[in-house]
């Protein structure tokens, strides 16, 4: 079944220390890749988004993510995380005018 | 632009009642969505409206869930009866075209009793 995986539920780490958040994607063409964030009580709110060109796409907040075709990923980094940056983190991929999104990646940051 | 507004934040209510989730998309996006949280089955599509007129209701998950958008600027999400497995959180969000970025609300919560 095409689905998006996000393998990681639970990530800690501490404040300054690099980040790396997974995601797979299991459809066979180039699809509209998108990181998306919610913080508690809050909406998601969109991170970046990959659908052409550059694999290394530059987000908002300091983020980047990177898209593989040859590992059908596309994970989201960071160099130096912030303890503000601490909420939970959906992968998703546009498929037939919806959006499908992953279970998402509580990310905690320990001081 | 304010962005998605969505009223009420909260509502609580008791089972068998009926709920009204009401939502206003960002002005000139033509693409609405109303989607479910849950802890158990994660964000989920219930329907999504272009220009309007419903798309795909694929996701609702029953006959006593129903969406209307009489106008671009309004849409409501309506539980009738509630019952407590209903209780989540529901995003209402929008876009123009569909596969751009999807703005979404602050969410209700929505407890059944």
């Known amino acids: 079944a095409q689905s998006v995986t996000q393998p990681d539920i639970h990530i800690t780490v501490s404040e300054g220390a690099s980040l790396e958040l997974r995601c797979n994607y299991s459809y066979g063409a180039t699809p509209y890749l998108f990181w998306y964030v919610q913080s508690p009580g809050q909406g998601l709110q969109l991170l970046l988004k990959?659908?052409?060109?550059?694999?290394l796409v530059q987000g908002i907040k300091g983020f980047e993510a990177e898209f593989k075709r040859s590992q059908s990923s596309f994970n989201l980094r960071k160099p130096s995380v912030h303890w503000s940056d601490a909420a939970e983190y959906f992968c998703a991929v546009y498929r037939g005018n919806k959006l499908v999104f992953g279970a998402g990646t509580i990310l905690r940051v320990k001081s | 632009d304010a962005g998605v507004i969505q009223s009420p934040r909260h509502e609580v209510t008791e089972m068998g009642q009926e709920v009204t989730l009401r939502c206003k998309p960002i002005?000139?996006?033509?693409?609405l969505f109303w989607y479910r949280q849950t802890m158990m089955r994660g964000l989920e599509l219930l329907i999504y409206f272009n220009n309007n007129v419903p798309i795909d209701d694929s996701g609702m998950p029953e006959d006593r869930f129903s969406a209307k958008m009489p106008n671009a600027s309004f849409s409501t999400l309506k539980i009738q009866p509630s019952e407590p497995r209903d209780s989540a959180v529901y995003f209402c969000a929008s876009s123009f075209p569909t596969y751009n970025e999807q703005f979404f609300g602050p969410g209700t919560r929505l407890t059944v009793l």
């Open positions: 002005s000139g996006h033509d693409y």
């Open positions: 990959y659908f052409s060109g550059d694999t």
